[in-house]
């Protein structure tokens, strides 16, 4: 690939530290004591920088990208000059972003390496290091690795020099996250390739953009390939001479945001890269009779969707064609589906997966998709009710097809045996609740079902009721097929349920089923905390 090259007004980054989140023991300060701290300017609506007390001997500090101080962006780097101060004279390792505001007190802390464990706590994880500029100037960085809480004050604070300048960090809301989607946690193998994705399309953009301190120079670019991924921004890096270290434990941080000239600022999650993991390529899997391969990985096709089981190692799938603009990270063997298709229709998707080691492989995938079938899916479990058990234990069905479903010869299976449901037909679209026959419907414990809400009463819904203690159920259908399933989590507690995040949630994918506070016949509302 060709990037135009990035400028880089800094020389080479002297030294960089880590601080994690158990704070690392500090380096002596060769300073024996801290100054008292000069109090703060007033700062201006439209200040970028803030100095105290002589700016030629001061330290200075700016933001990242560029902000008033108190209305800083979550995703940032600190930037101090340090004017006329000696490379050896600076200690990274001592410069700190601490949550809340730092006083004399706790900059002697710092200054002489001895962190009380309350001012511990309140470090953020960051990494530091020192550039020099054309002036002679020094200047020090520090990025913290996670976003910084909006509306929150924060203080940058150094033991060596000793300094602390504070920000706040704007509200929510003023600058969107884009969370990193590759390479995944706990298995980078690459310090040349990361994406980015977030919920809203994203303007086009090709800017120069390096890795620090030190690391691989490139180009931000829209999409998680060419042409796929509009919601999503990437960094493509020239490969990195051996001097910058492409060695494990090293740690580098991406550009802090993306789109900087554009009105709207949009933050990129700092998690940092690291040679976390050896390379795992994509390895084609062998597809079951029912399926095809797609890529590495094998597809179902079916009406209006395809299920994908994605190959053996972690996968970024990147899929467009057809109205689809998708991209998925999949760990190994994870199951994810494509949606919505046109039925009965010769398909044809444009298909990119990259691998842990930023390694890109395109291809095109046809298919005809069938006529438009039921998808009926164990949406949502209560199997354990603040009410009477097993009577107010329910089972939630959904019908995600575009036809309506008979029922008919339909068992719901647990560990204990299999309950027949009872011949109706279900509509697209609709909800119906696996109830025992003295199911109450207002029992005032548990979240009522709508009125108008399909009732199936079953003589008895699992062998002595649902396990508290969480078990997998099944749905067959009435050739004995499994056509969905929920997994068996931990016990949730009592008046909790077991839904599925949306009804095209694979079965078996790692977040498919969250518990949470029922909803009976209704949309399953994630993330809520039982009043």
């Not at 001895?114 to 020094?138: K, Y």
């Not at 301190?213 to 490139?218: D, H, M, R, S, V």
């Not at 079953?458 to 099944?474: A, F, I, Q, T």
């Not at 949630?505 to 969250?514: I, L, R």
């Amino acid at each position: 690939m060709n990037h135009r090259p990035p400028t880089r007004p800094l020389r080479a980054p002297r030294a960089a530290h880590v601080l994690p989140l158990a704070l690392a023991p500090l380096v002596a300060s060769p300073l024996s004591c801290a100054p008292e701290l000069a109090v703060p300017p007033r700062l201006d609506d439209d200040a970028v920088t803030a100095t105290a007390g002589d700016a030629d001997a001061v330290p200075e500090l700016q933001i990242d990208p560029a902000a008033p101080l108190d209305a800083a962006p979550p995703v940032l780097r600190l930037r101090v000059r340090l004017p006329g101060t000696a490379a050896g004279h600076v200690d990274p390792g001592r410069a700190l972003v601490l949550r809340g505001k730092v006083g004399a007190a706790h900059l002697r802390q710092i200054e002489q390496g001895e962190l009380s464990n309350a001012l511990a706590e309140r470090v953020v994880p960051s990494i530091a290091w020192l550039n020099e500029a054309p002036s002679g100037d020094l200047w020090l960085t520090v990025a913290p690795l996670a976003p910084l809480a909006p509306g929150e004050t924060y203080a940058v604070a150094s033991g060596s020099p000793a300094f602390s300048h504070h920000i706040q960090v704007a509200t929510e809301g003023s600058s969107p996250v884009l969370p990193r989607l590759w390479p995944p946690p706990d298995a980078g193998a690459s310090l040349t390739l990361g994406v980015w994705c977030g919920d809203a399309p994203l303007p086009d953009t090709a800017a120069a953009a390096a890795l620090a301190p030190g690391g691989p120079a490139g180009e931000l670019r829209r999409g998680a390939v060419d042409g796929i991924g509009a919601r999503c921004v990437r960094f493509e890096g020239e490969p990195a001479p051996a001097a910058t270290g492409q060695a494990d434990g090293v740690l580098l941080v991406g550009p802090p945001s993306a789109f900087a000239g554009d009105p709207a600022v949009v933050g990129l999650d700092p998690r940092p890269f690291t040679m976390e993991s050896e390379p795992f390529p994509a390895v084609p899997i062998v597809c079951a009779p029912d399926e095809v391969p797609m890529g590495p990985g094998c597809a179902q096709v079916a009406d209006d969707r395809i299920l994908v089981r994605s190959a053996d190692a972690p996968l970024l799938w990147a899929v467009a064609g057809e109205g689809l603009d998708e991209v998925l990270a999949a760990a190994p063997g994870e199951p994810f589906v494509l949606a919505p298709l046109p039925p009965l229709t010769a398909i044809e998707l444009d298909l990119a997966t990259i691998d842990n080691a930023g390694v890109v492989e395109r291809r095109t995938f046809s298919a005809m998709t069938r006529a438009p079938m039921p998808h009926v899916v164990i949406n949502e479990v209560l199997a354990n009710p603040r009410g009477a058990e097993p009577s107010q234990e329910w089972v939630e069905l959904y019908n995600d097809g575009d036809v309506p479903a008979d029922l008919t010869g339909y068992v719901l299976a647990d560990v204990g045996g299999e309950t027949e449901l009872p011949s109706i037909s279900l509509n697209p679209g609709t909800y119906a609740l696996v109830v025992n026959e003295d199911y109450i419907a207002e029992d005032e414990l548990d979240p009522p079902a709508p009125p108008e809400a399909l009732l199936l009463r079953v003589p008895k819904l699992g062998n002595h009721g649902l396990s508290n203690s969480g078990e997998p159920l099944k749905l067959k259908d009435g050739g004995g097929a499994v056509v969905s399933r929920s997994p068996a989590l931990p016990e949730p507690k009592a008046g909790m349920s077991l839904a599925r995040m949306r009804p095209r949630a694979p079965d078996g994918a790692a977040g498919s089923f969250v518990t949470g506070w029922p909803t009976p016949g209704r949309v399953n509302i994630m993330n809520q905390e039982i009043p």
